[in-house]
């Protein structure tokens, strides 16, 4: 039995390989460890010893951390790709990231999962937003193979916003997300309204959230960068209904 010096990660991710013979390629990695990663290329025209450059490319409307650009070594070439091996100790910055989507993916469990966006709406119908990685998003989750959606909400909203959960809403939109490319790593958004037992968030530390804040005036959504235009408007669409009710006693 093959006996390898690193856990590997199965996981297809989307690439930008760059090397003067290819130009900026965009193509499919595999097989991906602290010490290297393989990537699927047809006839490299690229030899042992090269160096070249590497990022993963955000393939979802998912907001997620910027990966930088790290240098490998061609290891070796095959027929069907090249095996890279991380040329400096900041080849662990792609590895962390990566690290960071297998944990937030729950990689190996499903790879088709459950994105659930919390539309949070507290008494005086006003919506709660977070701030991540400077842009403004629903407060939201993946939620793992076999886990029940809302104890999965509950959770969540408790132990990152403090919020305790008072009932939940109505499903008010869904989008699937994915990329041709990769078809393993798709994600079915979904959008689902809560009400929270009270106002008061406190954001854990270690969050990924940055901060929070409450909206309840179409106009202010104009002031703000949002994560995806599809957040944009589905805040504005509830902000937009809240106004026509009564806030609640």
Not at 105 to 124: E, K, S
Not at 155 to 165: N, Q, T, W
Not at 181 to 194: G, I, S, T, Y
Request: charged share 25%; glycine share 6%.
């Amino acid at each position: 039995m093959e006996q390898r010096r690193y856990p590997r990660i199965q996981l297809p991710l989307l690439v930008e390989l760059k090397h003067p013979s290819l130009g900026a390629h965009r193509c499919i990695a595999k097989d991906i460890s602290e010490g290297g990663v393989f990537v699927y290329t047809d006839n490299p025209q690229i030899k042992p010893g090269a160096k070249v450059k590497l990022t993963i490319q955000n393939t979802l409307s998912v907001e997620a951390q910027p990966t930088p650009t790290v240098e490998m070594d061609v290891r070796r070439v095959e027929a069907d790709g090249l095996a890279l091996e991380f040329s400096n100790v900041t080849g662990r910055h792609l590895w962390r990231s990566v690290e960071q989507q297998r944990t937030e993916l729950a990689i190996g469990r499903d790879y088709f999962q459950v994105h659930l966006n919390v539309i949070v709406i507290n008494d005086a119908n006003a919506i709660l937003l977070a701030q991540q990685h400077g842009r403004w998003t629903f407060p939201a989750t993946f939620l793992r193979v076999g886990d029940d959606w809302q104890e999965a909400l509950e959770r969540f909203l408790g132990s990152d916003l403090g919020i305790p959960v008072a009932d939940f809403g109505r499903i008010v939109g869904m989008n699937s997300v994915g990329h041709a490319e990769v078809p393993e790593a798709a994600v079915l958004d979904l959008f689902v309204e809560a009400h929270p037992a009270t106002d008061q968030v406190r954001v854990a530390p270690g969050s990924r959230y940055r901060t929070v804040r409450w909206m309840a005036h179409r106009r202010d959504l104009e002031e703000i960068t949002f994560a995806t235009e599809r957040i944009r408007e589905i805040a504005d669409t509830a902000l937009k209904r809240l106004a026509q009710e009564e806030p609640t006693e």
